[in-house]
């Protein structure tokens, strides 16, 4: 049972580059998450899901986009990479029935120079 | 504005001594309440929940305690023990409300050090 597995683990990208951090996990759950992590910040909230076909955004959201096409996997996309986006971004997942704790993946270490 | 407060950056303890790690919220509509301990290069990992019903939960070390009239919670952990340097996480979710979103809210984070 792998639990929650984020793709890549490290990437630096050039101011202006896009990419696309994968999420997938093998619980079933319903909810997902992005959020990143910053020196003092503690962990925000990008966006989430609520089920299948569903995204919704949560206190940071601005210069990302997110889809989840099937269930068990969550894209998160940065159209044009700002220096402000180095972070270390975590996915998680969480909801199904009798469990609703969330459970990380490892994380991404995302370098924007 | 902060709905999860952990206003103690960092806690150094003597191994065997109790941590006391400290959470404040302002929503009044957080009703389930977590503790997630963070490695470096590691994701969080859930470490003990407290719903709002209850005022005590406890799993071995691990002690929550709530106090909602205060909006205070605390992670207790007795005997602290040098493994348990991390830093902790409190978060919170208003599972109560319409559509039972389980959207956890987090704190800043309190890095524990346990001293040999």
């Known amino acids: 049972n792998a639990g929650v597995t984020q793709t890549p683990k490290f990437r630096v990208l050039k101011t202006g580059q896009s990419m696309t951090l994968l999420c997938a996990q093998d619980m079933n759950h319903e909810y997902m998450y992005w959020y990143r992590q910053d020196p003092g910040m503690g962990l925000r909230l990008i966006h989430y899901?609520?089920?299948?076909?569903?995204?919704a955004k949560g206190e940071v959201p601005d210069g990302y986009n997110v889809s989840r096409l099937k269930k068990q996997n969550f894209l998160l996309g940065l159209e044009s990479a700002a220096p402000s986006q180095t972070s270390v971004y975590f996915c998680?997942?969480?909801?199904?029935?009798?469990?609703?704790?969330?459970?990380f993946g490892q994380g991404t270490r995302l370098t924007v120079v | 504005d902060q709905q999860v407060k952990q206003n103690s950056p960092s806690l150094s303890v003597q191994e065997g001594r109790i941590s006391i790690l400290n959470c404040d919220y302002t929503?009044?509509?957080?009703?389930?309440f977590l503790w997630y301990k963070k490695y470096p290069a590691e994701g969080p990992t859930f470490l003990i929940s407290?719903?709002?019903?209850?005022d005590k939960n406890e799993d071995g070390r691990f002690t929550v305690f709530l106090n909602k009239s205060a909006k205070h919670l605390s992670l207790h952990i007795v005997p602290s023990q040098p493994g348990d340097s991390a830093v902790y996480f409190c978060a919170a979710s208003a599972t109560g409300s319409g559509g039972s979103n389980y959207k956890l809210t987090f704190g800043k984070g309190t890095l524990l050090t346990v001293n040999p």
């Open positions: 998680a997942s969480s909801y199904s029935f009798g469990s609703t704790e969330a459970f």
């Open positions: 407290i719903s709002s019903i209850k």
């Open positions: 899901s609520v089920g299948e076909g569903t995204t």
């Open positions: 929503n009044s509509m957080f009703d389930y």
